[in-house]
């Protein structure tokens, strides 16, 4: 795990400008620097070393020095590779996992894609041919940003780094900041940044000076043709390729750990690791809480019990404002509440390990997610005639308060309702953006002088295009549009970022792209079957966790963090809503956001979930776009909490 950078250009002065790039990303690998300059290109690499600690050292280069390789990531399936590459007479000059993308290029050219397994970006400079390759995993566990123009092609595992290449204020996109209110989210190519853009999961780039960048994808979610066979048989299917991808996974010259939350992924993952793989003393990592209706800690600590893992575990009380101006620096991008549960962990893990086995892609691949079967019986209730739901059933919901908890009874009634007037993918998209914003609500937050341009915009467009790509039913399609859209621009997203922030490397087996093909091709019956979510993973289970585990119902702290840590984000309301730059910039309109505030905090309506993306996109606005140093700006944070106690 490391961080990458390059320039292509004509500039005299590329090479200072690359190691400024190269401070900004020291934390994704604070154990070395490497750089290759020449004539056509500078590429620079930060490393954090965990295979061939002596030998790994980046950037790589074959034989003749005609290619150079800058790489972020793991090759699970190097040592097969190597064996082969050997096998047809090819020299390696290191120990690194990362060469054999080298020798695949010499081999297969841009079809070396085709035979890599793991989570990685690079970039390859071919100096006979002065052309740039670069390649983001298949399903986005690595990033890779990109900026091209004028001024030449520049490339960068963070934004941050692009930023230290060109130090000028930079422009917000608007159409970036509408997909986060609308969906949580930014997906690729948009980045929060003007001229800054991400390359998709699954796609590569090639460049060459003079030219413009050429983005093609090499590698598909493939969900049919479906799998046959008995339940018994595709179980005993499933727990063998993942048996197959935690060896692959616990490949390191450093010791490996595990998260453990209790939940079904953790909770499997260390259950096989410490069974199949006779892990022993399996390092586990859990952070517990006061709250006890979202304390994981108990189950995380019988499940290390019964696996007899060595067990580490740090009760924390979740502070919002002091962290805030760190999650934004970290993701470069507005926060959301999971970021901070992260930030937690991971800080605490890294004091005892390099690399951590995570649970990351599970909901996505097997259906885990409660809108999955909310959208089918949604589907149903739509059956009803629209006339008898909107004068007869509207009325009724609209007698359910609107204030709570978002996963309320009377919530999750008003979610039905509201889907039951959509379809296809237009409902897959609003089941995502209710508890957001959705396009009614949108358009009354921005400012007057926005609006127009807002209203070529189309947030949800993200979603809706790989619904609609897929061929499968209509669990299938929700599933392919988060394993392409929500799963690399969330979670995986979040984990990335903050685990790399503290120096720490995070795999993710359930990402494992062949993995995640067989379960794609999996029967939609074995994964929601009724009110049943994830039935072939929670019969997988069966065969390592006991009732009292398996039927834990899941917890998920980080959603609960808008009404939990209420006196807090009140506060937060105050300092960042009812001063906002965004109003003063004339972006958002400060009467809804008024309103807003107003309404939650008399508990007329629930606005939790909105409220903390207008302050995470406010407190990204004043150090992103304004300047305010994370330093300043937790100061100015911390003065305005103390004020408001003492007032208190």
Known sequence: MCGIAGIINSDPHREQALKRMLVALEHRGPDGEGIHHDSDVTLGHRRLSIIDLAGGRQPLYNEDRSLVLVCNGEIYNYRELRTRLEQDGHRFLTNSDCEVILGLYERHGDQLLDHLRGMFSFALWDTKRKRLLAARDHLGQKPLFYCAGDQGFAFASEIKALRALDRRR?????????????????????????????????????????????????????????????????????????????????????????????????????????????????????????????????????????????????????????HLPDLVWALDEPSDPLSLCTWLLAKFTRQHVKVVIGGDGGDELFGGYDRYYGNLYAAQYGRLPEGLRRKVLAPAMAMIPEAGWYKSLGHQLRWLHHLSFHSGSARYAASLNYFYFDPARRRQMYARDVQHRWSEL?????IRRPYEESEGGELDRMLYADSLVRLPNHPVMITDRICMAHGLEARSPFMDHELASFAARLPASMKVRGGTLRYIQRKLAARYLPPEILDRPKQGFSSALPYLLQTEYTRLYQSCLRQSQLVQDRVLD????????????????????????????????????????KEDLRRELAADEHGTRRAS
Do not use: C
């Not at 189309?458 to 993200?462: H, R, Y």
């Not at 956001?593 to 606005?607: C, F, M, N, P, S």
């Open 458 to 462: 189309d947030a949800e467009a993200a």
């Open 170 to 322: 930079q422009r917000m996109n608007l159409a970036a900041l509408d997909q986060y209110l609308a969906l949580r989210l930014i997906d690729a190519p948009l980045t929060m940044y003007q001229g800054i853009h991400k390359l998709p999961p699954g796609h590569m780039l090639t460049f060459q000076p003079g030219g413009v960048p050429q983005i093609r994808r090499y590698w598909r979610l493939q969900q049919s043709p479906k799998l046959a066979g008995n339940e018994e048989h595709l179980l005993d299917e499933l727990q063998a390729k993942l048996q197959q991808t935690l060896r692959l996974h616990m490949e390191s010259d450093v010791p490996v750990g595990a998260f453990l939350s209790g939940g079904m992924d953790s909770s499997l993952l260390v259950a096989m690791l410490s069974r199949d793989l006779k892990v022993q003393k399996l390092p586990t990592f859990t952070m517990g809480l006061r709250y006890q209706r979202f304390d994981e800690a108990p189950a995380a600590r019988a499940v290390a019990n019964l696996f007899g893992t060595e067990h580490h575990e740090e009760r924390v009380l979740p502070e919002i404002a002091a």
């Open 590 to 629: 400060r009467q809804a956001i008024t309103q807003l505030v107003d309404e939650h905090l008399a508990k007329r309506a629930d606005h939790g979930n909105r409220l903390w993306l207008l302050i995470n996109a406010e407190i990204w606005y004043r150090m992103s776009i304004l300047g305010q140093s």
